[in-house]
């Protein structure tokens, strides 16, 4: 439906920036994170002996008096989480970190570098069930974010028939998904972005998660939308945002 309000979906591009397509291993959000405890070989060594994956607990992430794990950088507060990734298609949504490197200030963050990187917030994009596959997005789920009903998800088509720019199949922009990442972590252009007009949808979205208000076009486009779904797609009632 997006292809009926959007004169162009997909254009070809070089490297990152906002909008840019890109491939990233994407973590899995736990619902009890799973840690992996550390066993030092005796209470004044600084190595590990033994390693055990349990769920986090109450125990975790407080001062118990240890010694840090030197080969692991692991300190006397501080966890291993471990989690499920998997390489998907994600979209740049900020970038490009302010950065000063005049001396004085160079100086005073000397050794810390993550104040000033290139980290970048990507949003996952997660399939649609088909044929090949019954995991993805159901089809009456679809047509609802096809229509913005959701604002936490975003529908992106294959292919933009203007253009003639595609991605390999469909997908859902997870919104409420965001993480951090920089080029450095596995990431992959796809030398493709997500033009301006579907980018300030999204864009508009987001605000509203953020507690902005709601965007005149996102209003607009829901209404035209909503009337295009499918009688059995159409909700009632009127879905409300949870807190």
């Not at 922009?173 to 300030?200: Q, W």
Request: charged content about 25%.
């Amino acid at each position: 439906m997006i292809e009926n309000i959007c004169n162009r979906i997909y254009e070809e591009c070089k490297g990152y920036g906002i909008g840019h397509l890109v491939w990233s291993p994407v973590p899995q959000l736990e619902e009890v994170p799973r840690v992996l405890d550390v066993e030092r070989a005796s209470s004044e060594d600084h190595y590990a002996s033994k390693f055990q994956i349990v769920q986090m607990g109450a125990r975790h992430f407080k001062d118990r008096e240890k010694l840090p794990v030197k080969l692991l950088s692991l300190g006397n507060t501080e966890e291993l989480l471990i989690s499920k990734a998997k390489k998907r298609p994600c979209i740049i949504l900020a970038g490009g970190n302010t950065e000063f490197t005049d001396s004085p200030l160079v100086k005073e963050i000397r050794g810390r570098r993550h104040f000033q990187d290139r980290s970048m917030i990507l949003a996952p994009i997660y399939g649609t069930a088909g044929e090949d596959t019954q995991s993805g997005f159901p089809p009456i789920m679809t047509a609802r974010i096809q229509a913005f009903l959701y604002n936490q998800f975003f529908f992106l088509p294959r292919r933009c028939p203007n253009t003639g720019v595609s991605i390999a199949k469909e997908g859902i922009v997870r919104l409420d998904r965001l993480f951090a990442a920089t080029p450095t972590r596995g990431l992959e252009p796809m030398n493709k972005k997500v033009a301006e007009e579907p980018m300030l949808l999204i864009l508009a979205i987001l605000r509203e998660r953020f507690g902005g208000a709601e965007d005149e076009n996102l209003r607009v486009a829901r209404e035209i939308l909503l009337e295009a779904l499918p009688p059995e797609a159409r909700p009632s009632p009127t879905p409300k945002a949870k807190a």
